[in-house]
C-alpha cells in the first residue's frame, strides 16, 4: 500500500455544516496531500468515520479482496459462506467515494452522518490517524481516549523500536 503525503497527526473541534458538510482543518488536507481531491470515507467504529486518500483505499481493499475470491475459487471458504455474506454485507455499505472541494469541505452522506450520530450545526472531533483522517462524535472520542490512553507510552514503545 502506498503512504499518504505526510504522517497524519492533530486533533481539531468543528462543526458539521447545515448542508452536512465538514471542514477539514487546513494541516490534515495538507497531510493527505496536495492532488487529494479523491477520498473515501469508511464507517470504522460506533461514532467514528475514516476518511482515507482513494488511491490508499482501494489499493488495501484490492488486495484483501482478491485474496477472498481467490480463497473461494479453490473452495477454501465453503464452510464459512455465511461470514462471506456478512463480509459482503459490510462491504456493500461500509465506505463510498466523497470529493474534497476547492474549500477543503466533505460532504458527508445521510447513512454515514447516522452512524457517526451527528446531526447538521453538530460538533465533531477530527482527529489525524497516522495514515488517514478520522471524524468522531466527541461523546465516542472521549469514551475512547479513556480506554486507550493508558496504554499509548506501550504502544508507542512497540511500534518505535
Excluded at 468543528?14 to 452536512?20: G, L, Q, S
Excluded at 475470491?69 to 466523497?98: F, M
Aim: charged residues 30%; contains cysteine.
Amino acid at each position: 500500500m502506498g503512504e499518504p503525503a505526510a504522517f497524519i497527526l492533530g486533533e481539531f473541534r468543528r462543526t458539521v455544516d447545515d448542508r452536512h458538510r465538514l471542514a477539514l482543518p487546513k494541516p490534515l488536507v495538507d497531510a493527505l496531500g496536495d492532488d487529494t481531491r479523491d477520498l473515501f470515507l469508511a464507517k470504522e467504529r460506533a461514532g467514528c468515520l475514516s476518511l482515507w486518500r482513494a488511491e490508499l483505499w482501494r489499493d488495501k481493499l484490492e488486495r484483501r479482496v482478491k485474496l477472498i475470491r481467490d480463497k473461494l475459487a479453490l473452495g477454501n471458504l465453503e464452510q464459512q459462506i455465511g461470514q462471506v455474506q456478512l463480509l459482503g454485507r459490510l462491504l456493500s455499505t461500509r465506505h463510498t467515494d466523497v470529493q474534497l472541494d476547492s474549500q477543503g469541505r466533505v460532504l458527508i452522506p445521510k447513512e454515514f452522518r447516522d452512524f457517526l450520530g451527528v446531526e447538521p450545526s453538530g460538533e465533531v472531533v477530527v482527529v489525524g490517524a497516522a495514515v488517514c483522517v478520522e471524524i468522531w462524535s466527541p461523546s465516542a472520542w472521549l469514551k475512547y481516549l479513556e480506554r486507550r490512553m493508558p496504554k499509548f507510552r506501550r504502544l508507542f514503545q512497540h511500534l518505535s523500536q
